[in-house]
């Protein structure tokens, strides 16, 4: 299967890391027909692009079914931590997707940071959402606004040094992985003193 998944990823030209891919035959459980339609739905929405994003890859193979990873990052966000344990709860995660949660994190953060930078220099919430380059989906927005006025630019450089940790942590202990990414997110929604 990796056989497989490894060509078509190179027929394609397609930029995927060699974790991504293990995961996505991971997901399929050794089902060829299952990974041939998961290919497919990758091929559909990669069109006219060369690369894919970890979080659009969790997205797009459902590693989730009940919250997404991006709402769990979202609510950790923002500091709503009735809702990160009702999504810790309901899920049965895994250590593959402890890996895409952390990364889905980087992403979010970053995103978060460059609009925070605007924020800080035009100091108008309104306009620095309106004006965001990717588009915000209309449903994130407010889930956005909350990010930027908890999150300061400086802390989340911070908090991007911390994710990249937590990352190489997650990789070497992979059999703690878990643990690791429930403190990393229990400690980012507990009250800072």
């Known amino acids: 299967m990796s056989f497989l998944a490894n060509k078509f990823f190179r027929e394609k030209k397609i930029s995927i890391s060699q974790s991504n891919i293990n995961l996505i035959i991971n997901k399929c459980n050794g089902d060829r027909e299952f990974l041939e339609n998961e290919l497919s739905k990758i091929e559909l929405f990669l069109y006219k692009k060369k690369n894919i994003e970890t979080y ?5 193979i459902n590693l ?8 769990l990052v979202d609510s950790c966000l923002i500091n709503n931590s009735k809702k990160v344990s009702l999504i810790l709860n309901e899920n049965n995660f895994n250590n ?17 940071l460059k609009l925070a930078n605007n924020y800080a220099k035009n100091n108008n919430l309104e306009m620095t959402v309106a004006e965001a380059k990717p588009p915000i989906f209309w449903k994130e927005k407010e889930a956005v606004k909350l990010q930027l006025q ?22 070497k202990n992979s059999q703690s992985s878990l643990s690791i990414l429930m403190n990393f997110i229990f400690e980012q929604i507990s009250p800072k003193a």
Do not use: A, M
């Open 96 to 112: 593959e997707d402890c890996i895409i949660i952390i990364r889905t994190f980087l992403t979010k953060t970053k995103k978060i």
């Open 64 to 71: 989730i079914e009940n919250h997404g990873v991006s709402e």
């Open 150 to 171: 908890r999150w300061k630019p400086d802390i989340l450089k911070k908090l991007i040094s911390n994710i990249n940790q937590v990352e190489l942590e997650l990789k």
């Open 56 to 60: 659009e890859l969790s997205k797009l």
